[in-house]
């Protein structure tokens, strides 16, 4: 194990998960469609009844779900936010590593590739 943090990553701990508690149940709260339409109506006043913090609200009014990590947002539950725009997680994977969607779903497919000749094996040279 190694405590060289992965770059576009946070630690999601006991500290992040207090951190997040409020955006982390907002978030949820968008299983259903009736509390993502009352979002969509008024985004202020539906981060106000979840408490959010000033830099939650922040990163909500922004999109932007690399600072909603920070915030103490589980990728979970902030996946519920990002479906509401018609987001996915390769496009927040995408996000979080600098790379258009089309280069990082390139990219899985050479780490699926390699996985497989790794496990068939095969070179782990792909």
């Given at each position: 194990?190694?405590?060289?943090?992965?770059?576009?990553?946070?630690?999601?701990?006991?500290?992040?998960?207090?951190?997040?508690?409020?955006?982390?149940?907002?978030?949820?709260?968008?299983?259903?469609?009736?509390?993502r339409q009352e979002f969509l109506v008024d985004e202020p006043a539906y981060c106000d009844r979840f408490g959010l913090s000033g830099e939650q609200k922040l990163a909500i009014k922004n999109r932007s779900v690399l600072a909603l990590l920070a915030a103490g947002g589980n990728i979970y539950y902030l996946a519920k936010f990002a479906g509401i725009f018609g987001l996915n997680v390769q496009d927040i994977g995408a996000q979080q590593t600098g790379l258009s969607v089309e280069e990082f779903k390139a990219r899985l497919d050479s780490y699926a590739k390699f996985n497989a000749a790794v496990t068939a094996g095969g070179t782990s040279h792909v």
């Open positions: 194990m190694t405590d060289t943090p992965i770059p576009g990553t946070y630690l999601f701990d006991g500290c992040m998960a207090r951190k997040g508690y409020a955006l982390n149940k907002m978030c949820y709260s968008f299983n259903d469609a009736k509390n």
